[in-house]
């Protein structure tokens, strides 16, 4: 069964950094891209980027360019996004997904990593 | 401001059949699939339709996808309580060189 495990919820400082993660199981992790998608609270869902762990290859809409980092390591099947200085706006549920081709949005979901940046 | 425009609402009663819209343009409906996500509330989205008009194993056939030109609809039969959910459209898009999401309809059940 093809699964994606999120890390857990995590509380920060407006400042701080962060890197949340995304463990693949039951596929071969490299062979399909991985993709992030923030949904601010009762707001909808946006596409942040995507890593083809294949070969690291990454591309970032242009709203998260430059805000956000998305890497993986293909030997533990596991992606990430990370923040070097996190601010309040950055609060929301963030969810990696699996695309089930390239140039696809047909997603298979993990189960969210809420973040909360409170002072 | 989604790249792709849905309705904000929608409701039905029990049994009836309810349409959902989504409008894009010809870099990102017009070009790939449609994919529709069911996402009930606290939990993540979820695979409903994929490639237009294809149903995974295990959603009912109440759910069905059409698509033409750089439109597509999700049509949902037999309403029962338990589809009150946000329903969201998807597809690639070549300007974007990624994944645009329509803003998401809330379907509620009367």
């Known amino acids: 069964e093809v699964q994606l495990v999120q890390s857990g919820a995590e509380v920060k400082k407006p400042g701080e950094s962060l890197r949340i993660s995304c463990k693949g199981s039951?596929?071969?992790?490299?062979?399909?891209?991985i993709s992030w998608v923030r949904q601010m609270p009762g707001k909808g869902l946006e596409w942040m980027g995507r890593?083809?762990?294949?070969?690291?290859?990454?591309n970032y809409s242009p709203s998260f360019q430059g805000h956000v980092t998305i890497s993986a390591d293909r030997s533990i099947s596991t992606a990430y996004l990370q923040w070097s200085s996190l601010k309040a706006s950055d609060t929301a549920m963030y969810y990696c997904?699996?695309?089930?081709?390239?140039?696809?949005?047909?997603?298979?979901w993990g189960q969210g990593t809420l973040v909360t940046v409170s002072s | 401001q989604s790249v792709l425009t849905q309705p904000p609402s929608a409701s039905g009663t029990p049994g009836q059949r309810v349409t959902i819209s989504c409008s894009g343009s010809?870099?990102?409906?017009?070009?790939?699939?449609v994919n529709w996500y069911q996402q009930l509330p606290g939990t993540a989205p979820k695979l409903l339709i994929y490639?237009?008009?294809q149903r995974p194993s295990g959603v009912p056939d109440r759910f069905s996808g059409s698509k033409s030109g750089t439109s597509a609809s999700l049509a949902i039969s037999g309403l029962q309580s338990e589809d009150e959910a946000d329903y969201y459209c998807?597809?690639?898009?070549?300007?974007?060189?990624?994944?645009?999401f329509g803003g998401g309809t809330k379907l509620t059940v009367l």
């Open positions: 997904a699996r695309h089930e081709g390239r140039y696809t949005s047909g997603l298979t």
């Open positions: 039951g596929y071969s992790f490299s062979s399909y891209w």
């Open positions: 890593i083809d762990p294949s070969d690291s290859y990454t």
């Open positions: 010809s870099s990102n409906i017009g070009s790939h699939t």
């Open positions: 490639s237009n008009n």
């Open positions: 998807a597809a690639w898009d070549d300007s974007l060189n990624g994944v645009v």
